[in-house]
Nanobody, 125 residues
Framework: VQLQASGGGLVQVGGSLRLSCVVS????????MGWFRQAPGKERERVAA????????EYIDSVKGRFTISRDNAKNTVFLQMNSLKPEDTAVYYC???????????????????WGQGTLVTVSS
């Protein structure tokens, strides 16, 4: 199983980035997908998650209205559109895949089944 995240980079405050995560080696259409981030000195947090059908979506409060998670099951890809970026969004962003729909709303210590390698997002002020 491979999850290949890309799309990170350096952006100014208020800018936008679109992250992509291409998945192979599993039945993507049946998996919950999530985006996570970890800033230096902080714990990893789940930013957004979506179930297999896209009918169940959750975001952390700090990104609601700015970030949008989406998926293309035909291309085995999950996206994270990030708008109105803030310095506090600076982190390494990871995608994760989990076999259970409950992973969309699972607690902060829940560990997804599979992880990508991470892509760095830096927001400069």
């Amino acid at each position: 199983v491979q999850l290949q995240a890309s799309g990170g980079g350096l952006v100014q405050v208020g800018g936008s980035l679109r992250l992509s995560c291409v998945v192979s080696g599993l039945n993507f259409r049946s998996y919950t997908m999530g985006w996570f981030r970890q800033a230096p000195g902080k714990e990893r947090e789940r930013v957004a998650a979506m179930n297999w059908s896209g009918e169940s979506i959750e975001y952390i409060d700090s990104v609601k209205g700015r970030f949008t998670i989406s998926r293309d099951n035909a291309k085995n890809t999950v996206f994270l559109q990030m708008n109105s970026l803030k310095p506090e969004d600076t982190a390494v962003y990871y995608c994760g895949a989990d076999q259970f729909e409950s992973a969309v709303v699972a607690g902060p210590t829940y560990d997804y089944d599979y992880w990508g390698q991470g892509t760095l997002v830096t927001v400069s002020s």
